[in-house]
């Protein structure tokens, strides 16, 4: 394909991963990072794609610096971020599209363990978006032998299915620390994704993008791989440390912590049921310990597995 020009802003471990993908690709990349010395304006100069690969705390900021600079009409902006605002309980593509309304926005998510992509072992990820010609051309700038984008057009259910597993691996950590064996790992992801339905489907997801590589698929992945923060934190939980503790031993960003908070305080506003993620809200507010949190989920009415 022709050569792109791609600002990728975040030169995190996700940030990178992404960076060199393109770079392999032959685009032409230039990353910004707030440490950097690049300026936020060379970086984006005449770039036909700006992708944001940071932490959601720096998600709000950054959409007002970039706002603050004249863009072509054409570019297309690309989130990556999983995760959602405290203040708004906004997903991070919503933030760019209410602060650019005329600008394609496209959502990037799978199952995606960076290290694993940095390793050059094969993957698959999912562009997602309502401008279906700007999800194409962020297809074809990605794709790979070791990395296979799909396309996808519900971007609301992709960017969700990623961000709200973080709190499900947080409890599968929780669960392969306390060696509950294989039938609970597995009882868990399955009501996990359950319940992540219930709530995609309060934000106007299709239930089906969560049977896909963004939420199954990252699911597995993070639920399953020491390699996932987010699992790292629960793991570390089940051998008695405090929150704290794990957070300042922890490199890099586990977005599962305060994607929890605001999903608590959302699913209150909404009248949500949200079992799962309740107790992974205790827990990590030291409420209860890992045990307590596993009989009270155990012990809760029992129900239909479904409401048909
Ligand atoms: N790592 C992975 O496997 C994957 C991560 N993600 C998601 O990507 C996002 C980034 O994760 P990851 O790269 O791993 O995290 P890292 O902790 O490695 O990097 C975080 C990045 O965000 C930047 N950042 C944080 N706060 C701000 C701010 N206020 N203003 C500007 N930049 C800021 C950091 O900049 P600085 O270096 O200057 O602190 C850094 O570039 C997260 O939402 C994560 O869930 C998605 C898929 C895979
Ligand atoms: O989102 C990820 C893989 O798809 C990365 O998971 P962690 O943020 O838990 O490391």
Known sequence: MQKTTIAILGAGAWGQALADLASQNGHEVRVWSRRGSATLEAVISGAEI???????????????????????????????????????????????????????VVVLSGPNLSQEIQESLPAATVVASENTAAAELVQLVFSSPIFRVYTNPDPIGVELGGTLKNIMAIAAGVCDGLHLGTNAKAALVTRGLTEMVRIGQSWGAK??????????????????????????????????????????????????????????????????????????????????????????????DIKPEYHY
């Not at 998600?59 to 959602?84: E, F, W, Y």
């Not at 949200?274 to 307590?292: A, D, H, K, N, S």
């Open 207 to 300: 239930t089906e993008t969560f049977y896909g590589l963004s939420g199954l698929g990252d699911l597995l992945a993070t639920c399953n791989s020491p390699l996932s923060r987010n699992y790292q934190v629960g793991y570390q939980m089940a051998s008695g440390k405090t929150l704290t503790e794990i957070l300042a031993h922890t490199a890099g960003t586990a977005e599962g912590v305060n994607t929890c908070q605001v999903l608590v305080q959302r699913a209150q506003q909404y009248t949500i049921p949200i079992p799962l993620t309740q107790q992974v809200y205790r827990l990590l507010q030291g409420e209860i310990t890992p045990r307590q949190a596993l009989e009270e989920l155990m012990l809760r």
């Open 50 to 104: 700006i992708l944001s690969a940071i932490a959601m705390k720096g998600v709000s900021d950054l959409v007002s610096q970039v706002k603050s600079i004249p863009l072509s009409p054409n570019t297309i902006l690309v989130t990556a971020t999983k995760g959602l605002d405290p203040q708004t309980t906004s997903t991070p593509s919503q933030i760019w599209q209410i602060a650019f309304p005329d600008h394609p």
